[in-house]
């Protein structure tokens, strides 16, 4: 992959991060930002009515999150169980989707997707922003992770990331398209 050698002076470097699941090489991914459900099997289950009940107990309720949602590379056929991959950000503070398939960073040639950019300006940008107008720090527990599908690629600053395989029946259940 060609990289912008201005922007990747200015720069850290990117450190590749084992991840158990791999995207596939050529399907785009899907961000969604909203209430979602933070395990596999609560979306088009029998339980799940698609009715908002204040009365529900907040582990029912999911969290405002944002996900992305992503064809794996290993991915079983179409409608059996787990046939798309989940990637969650814990503690989301920014995320960036860009269209391309050259990633403006320097990175090693391994065939990863997934890296943690190693002093980032955008994160000190971010840091700084936060501190004058909430007093909080990003530094200590924030990352910028950054995400190389094929035609685009996805970069966020965020407390952590978790990888699960969830069902394309129910995403498709609940009105998104995954094709």
């Known amino acids: 992959m060609m990289s912008d050698n201005f922007v990747g002076r200015m720069t850290g470097p990117l450190s590749a991060v084992d991840v158990p699941l791999a995207p596939s090489y050529i399907a785009m991914p899907l961000v969604l930002h909203g209430l979602l459900p933070l395990t596999s099997n609560e979306w088009g289950r029998d339980d799940d009515d698609g009715v908002w009940d204040d009365n529900r107990d907040e582990d029912d309720l999911g969290r405002w999150a944002t996900a992305v949602y992503f064809e794996t590379h290993d991915s079983p056929e179409s409608g059996e169980p787990g046939d798309l991959g989940r990637l969650i950000f814990e503690r989301l ?3 960036k989707v860009t269209g391309g398939e050259y990633l403006p960073y320097e990175r090693p040639d391994n065939g990863d997707w ?9 994160l000190a940008e971010q840091h700084e922003y936060i501190m004058r107008h909430y007093g909080r720090s990003l530094l200590e527990a924030h990352r910028h992770y950054v995400f190389v599908f094929h035609d685009e690629f996805i970069e966020a600053i ?10 394309r029946d129910a995403l498709v259940a609940k009105g998104f398209r995954t094709d």
Do not use: N, Q
């Open 158 to 167: 965020a407390e952590g990331i978790r990888l699960d395989r969830v069902d």
């Open 114 to 122: 997934v890296y943690v950019m190693d002093d980032s300006p955008w």
């Open 93 to 95: 503070e920014a995320i």
